[in-house]
């Protein structure tokens, strides 16, 4: 359990994070979507330039696409075949991706624009091992 608690603090910390640019909108005109749009394109255009890459010694960062305002990301995760290790693993890191991100900027004002996070986990096999999605809904806005 243990081991467990250490992945989900280091798949945390290496959350993608919206560039600054993005994070400034907020200052700018009111009809700002079509901005926040644009801004997460380029930010996404800019992930996907380093992927795939290893996180950590169990976790791969596969992709990251843009579909409007849905942002998602996909990882494999290399661990035991022990179904509810592997599930826990997501349920943590839901539990830690939404305490941060529906509290902290540039987050929290762009789930309130409407932009949704997706994650998708699956194993080497590309069985899908959970999902889930941080928007206004899990953010209580």
């Known amino acids: 359990m243990a081991k467990l608690l250490a992945y989900t603090i280091a798949l945390f910390f290496v ?3 919206p560039s600054y640019a993005c994070d400034a909108i907020h200052r700018l005109d009111p009809n700002r979507g079509k901005l926040i749009e644009d ?26 696409n843009l579909f409007g305002k849905l942002v998602t990301y996909e990882y494999t995760l290399d661990v035991s075949k022990e179904e509810a290790i592997r599930r826990q693993i ?3 890191t839901k539990s830690k991706l939404k305490e941060y991100m529906c509290a902290n900027q540039p987050f929290a004002f762009l789930i309130e624009n409407d932009v949704k996070y997706g994650y998708v986990y699956s194993d080497k096999n590309a069985n899908i091992i959970g999902h889930f999605v941080v928007d206004k809904h899990l953010c209580g806005f």
Do not use: N, Y
């Open 15 to 17: 959350l993608p994070a």
């Open 90 to 92: 997501v349920v943590q």
């Open 39 to 64: 801004c997460m394109k380029r930010d996404v255009e800019e992930l996907k330039k380093g992927l795939p890459t290893k996180l950590d010694h169990i976790t791969t960062f596969e992709s990251a």
